[in-house]
């Protein structure tokens, strides 16, 4: 397992941005798909987005296409999710999750996880 440590999460307008890093443990960062997930008060913990190992491939949930965008640094081990046009439906706290090789999309399949950052977005 990889520990993961998020950031970036705070209170924004609606409209606004924010920025989430996720720092990982390990030097086998480059081995792991790493995703998004969130957390809205009273709800299931739903997928956000998902990146490769190698950066090529990502997918979203069709709730944040076009607006969120997920990325990776080797260099620095981290993941990020920069989020634009935020949404007070956006309000969630937001956790970022590592597996081995191949993408995925259910919680299920991610072996470790993040404490959670939370993330506000007023209207």
Known sequence: Q???????GGLVQAGGSLRLSCAASRRTFNSYA????????????EFVAVI??????????????GRFTISRDSAKNTV??????????????????????ATATNEE?????GQGTQVTVSS
Do not use: H, I
Not at 53 to 64: E, K, L, P
Not at 85 to 96: G, N, R, W
Not at 109 to 113: A, G, K, N
């Open 34 to 45: 790493m995703g998004w997930f969130r957390q809205a008060p009273g709800k299931e913990r």
């Open 52 to 65: 490769s190992w190698s950066g090529g491939t990502t997918y979203y949930a069709d709730s944040v296409k």
């Open 109 to 113: 399949d991610f072996d470790s996880w």
């Open 2 to 8: 990889v520990q993961l440590v998020e950031s970036g």
């Open 80 to 101: 990020y999710l920069q989020m634009n046009s935020l949404k007070p439906e956006d309000t969630a706290v937001y956790y970022c999750a590592a597996r081995v090789a």
